[in-house]
């Protein structure tokens, strides 16, 4: 498995998983020219939509205490705000390989910490994440 790719590997599981039970998931890419010159970066990771839920998140892994938000994580999480004024469940996920936990840090409280001129969280910061809650 290529190294960070622990989580993504998960989500496209549960994806793949969904679908055959007639539901939606996707991964998005990053735009690319024709002959896969990149561009830009994806908007987020995963959307997912069934009859009881609406998700947009960004998958990351984290190997210390503190997740550190880039600045791509700073225009994804922008993206991820219109989805959640759209009814969206829209957040980050992600895994403290550490603690080997999945957080989800929702993306109003990602935006309050970068209000608060902090641009890392702990995983206390968040609530830990489970793949079933989807799959109820």
Not at 30 to 53: C, M, Q, V, W
Not at 111 to 120: D, W
């Amino acid at each position: 498995m290529i190294k960070g790719r622990y989580l993504e590997t998960q989500v496209e599981k549960v994806i793949a998983y969904l679908k055959t039970m007639g539901y939606w998931g996707q991964k998005n890419y990053p735009h690319r020219t024709d002959s896969g010159i990149y561009l830009d970066g994806e908007p987020f990771d995963y959307y997912i939509i069934t009859n009881k839920a609406q998700l947009a998140f960004d998958a990351k892994e984290c190997n210390s205490a503190r997740w550190q938000i880039r600045e791509k994580d700073i225009k994804q999480a922008n993206n991820l705000v219109r989805l959640s004024r759209c009814g969206f469940d829209a957040f980050f996920l992600v895994y403290f390989t550490h603690e080997d936990k999945v957080i989800k840090f929702d993306v109003a409280t990602v935006m309050q910490t970068l209000a608060q001129g902090r641009k890392s969280m702990k995983s206390n910061e968040g609530k830990e994440y489970r793949f079933e809650d989807i799959l109820k």
